[in-house]
Every structure is written in C-alpha cells, then in structure tokens.
C-alpha cells in the first residue's frame, strides 16, 4: 500500500512543519515537479531550526550526545551532502572544525571515547585542546530563508497557519514535519516522541571566527553574535526561559573564554523532539496519505538533505537507498 501510494505519484503535497526539515523536504518535492504547500503558524524561522546553533558535527554529536554515539557513520554520510546542497542555494558552510578545552582528566576521556568511536582528536600543540576539522556549521536563519526562497521561486506556497486534518482530503500526501507538535493527531507513530526543550545564549561579543569551541557542559559557536548552548531539557513543551539553566550555561562559556564575562547575553528557546534511538522518523505512516519527517533530535539541520532525499523518493516511487531502514517510520509501532 505505502509504495503504491509513492508510486502512483502526488501531484499536490502538504508539507507541515517549515523548519529545517520541513523546508529542505518542500525544496526536494518543488524541484521533483510537485505542487507543494508548506503550513506553519509562525513566521519563518521561529521554531527551533532557526534557534538552533546550525551544527552539522557527527563528531561533536558522537562524543557527547549519547544517542549519537552508535550513528556515527550515517552522521557523517548526511554531513558529505551538504556541499552539494548548500552551493546552489549560496548557504556558506564554516569548516573551522572542533576545539575541546578542558581539564586533563576530562580531556583525557574524551580523546578516549573519540578513540573508541574512530574518530580521534589532534592534540593542539603545547595547549589543553583537542582539535577536529571534521564537525561544519552554517549560519541558521539565513539558511532557513533560502530553502524558502528557493521552494518559493519553484511554485511551493506557504501557508501561515497549521495544518490540520480536515486539510488532507485536499492532498495526494501530507509530509509532517512539525517537530515536537502533534502533527494535527494525524499519525499513531509520533506518540513514541519526547520533546527536548533547548535553552541558548547569544551574546553581543566574543570569538567572531574560528571553530566551535567545546568545554565540560557547553559550546561557543563564533559569529557576530556567538551562541552559547545548549540545555537539553525533557519533557518539556514552553518556550519559558529558566534562568538557573542559562545561568549555568553563562558560567561554563566564561570559564572557556572569560572576555565573555563583559556580553551582554539573550536567551532563544526552541523544543525538538527525540525518537528511543536518536534518528529521526522518515516515511509512510499507518494512517494512510501521512508521511512522517519528525524526531531528529539535536540533528534536524544535520539530517535535512537527507531527509529530504527520502521523503521525495517515497513520493516518487523511488528506491530511498540504504539508510531508509535506519529510519522507518514504524519501526517502534512494529515491535
């Protein structure tokens, strides 16, 4: 039923949810030929993707995001993609690499868990770092209103309001990418997503280029307005700003760079959602005419080309290639 559907073609899909996800999947299905509609309440990149730090570091996420430890492979394989996929939409991917400073010991078990994984860190000369040139990053919100502009100028609508479900009867498909939202009660598989409330600083001073820097509890990621992050809170749907957390995250990026004393600091608060495993939800759900796109975790921007590869070829009737398995929609529903 789910490859016929796929293969019979959609000549009219929604598209809801218009985060990092959601809007690489409306550009993949726009440039397929397909006539798409993305619904999203708020205005463009008021979500997480554009709170988001613009990481695309398997490595980092390895090293310190447990669920992330055994994708290590896959993260790096979804980061290869992004050159091709950023150029045509003049997105500028910084490969400043990783730095991790910190006390000896700590230090020391990091390099051993990079070890372990296979991808080892280089020692900086005669300093307390570990170095990688491994982990990219892009700029969030400008890449956001690319994929935008770009779906946009192939005939993709926006439609700013949520999409619900007296919507679907209009279309060949829906594709939910909500994130953390319910996705209009529309597929039983999501009930498996816990939502991860993030908390970020940025500050109005601090490193301006270089890599992202790493330290126990914390990252910097240099900028005009360097990001300081980031909590990971679960369970947790407000976007309310918790000043012990941020607090904590003040303290630990001064400890890394104590001119940071002086900034002046904002809080951003985004929620994203997390499957048992860590990878993101990607295919025919069991309510039929609803794909699923959900549940990346701390990667959406990381994922999102890859994502959107399978996604369109679902659509398409396409074979969607070896990691397809990896993110089987139903795969919690099935055990």
């Known amino acids: 039923m789910e490859t016929k559907a796929g293969a019979q073609g959609a000549t009219a899909v929604a598209v809801a949810g218009a985060g990092a996800i959601g809007s690489a999947v409306a550009l993949a299905l726009a440039r397929?030929?397909?006539?798409?509609?993305?619904?999203?309440p708020r205005p463009l990149g008021d979500?997480?993707?554009?709170?988001?730090?613009?990481?695309l570091a398997p490595v980092a996420e390895a090293l310190f995001d447990p669920a992330s430890a055994s994708h290590l492979d896959l993260l790096r394989r979804t980061r290869d993609l992004w050159p091709a996929f950023a150029a045509p939409l003049g997105v500028l991917i910084q490969r400043g690499g990783l730095r991790v400073e910190g006390d000896t010991a700590w230090l020391c078990a990091v390099a051993a868990r990079a070890e372990a994984l296979g991808a080892p860190l280089n020692p900086a000369d005669g300093e307390r770092a570990?170095?990688?040139?491994?982990?990219?990053r892009?700029?969030?919100?400008?890449?956001?209103?690319a994929l935008h502009d770009a779906a946009q100028a192939l005939g993709a609508r926006f439609e700013p309001r949520a999409f619900t479900a007296d919507d679907l009867a209009a279309f060949s498909a829906v594709v939910l990418a909500t994130g953390a939202a319910d996705g209009a009660g529309l597929a039983p598989e999501l009930s498996v997503l816990t939502p991860i409330r993030g908390q970020i600083l940025r500050a109005d001073r601090g490193p301006a280029?270089?890599?992202?820097?790493?330290?126990?509890?914390?990252?910097?990621?240099?900028?005009?307005?360097?990001?300081?992050?980031?909590?990971?809170?679960?369970?947790?749907?407000?976007?309310?700003?918790?000043?012990t957390a941020t607090e904590d995250l003040r303290r630990a990026a001064i400890r890394l760079r104590?001119?940071?004393?002086?900034?002046?600091?904002?809080?951003?608060v985004g929620v994203r959602a997390t499957t048992p495993d860590g990878l993101p939800l990607v295919g025919w759900s069991a309510t039929p005419k609803v794909m699923l796109?959900?549940?990346?975790?701390?990667?959406?921007w990381l994922l999102a080309p890859l994502v959107a590869d399978l996604v369109a070829a679902y659509l398409m009737?396409?074979?969607p290639g070896p990691d397809a398995a990896s993110f089987d929609a139903r795969r919690f529903s099935r055990t």
């Open 130 to 136: 570990l170095t990688s040139y491994e982990d990219w």
């Open 258 to 268: 104590p001119q940071l004393a002086q900034a002046v600091f904002a809080t951003e």
């Open 209 to 243: 280029d270089g890599p992202v820097l790493r330290g126990e509890g914390v990252y910097i990621c240099p900028g005009p307005r360097p990001a300081v992050g980031a909590t990971m809170e679960f369970g947790r749907y407000d976007l309310a700003v918790d000043t």
């Open 293 to 300: 796109a959900v549940g990346a975790r701390r990667n959406g």
């Open 47 to 55: 979500n997480a993707s554009g709170v988001a730090a613009g990481m």
């Open 317 to 319: 009737g396409d074979n």
């Open 138 to 145: 892009i700029e969030a919100r400008p890449a956001l209103k």
């Open 32 to 40: 397929a030929g397909l006539a798409v509609t993305v619904f999203d």
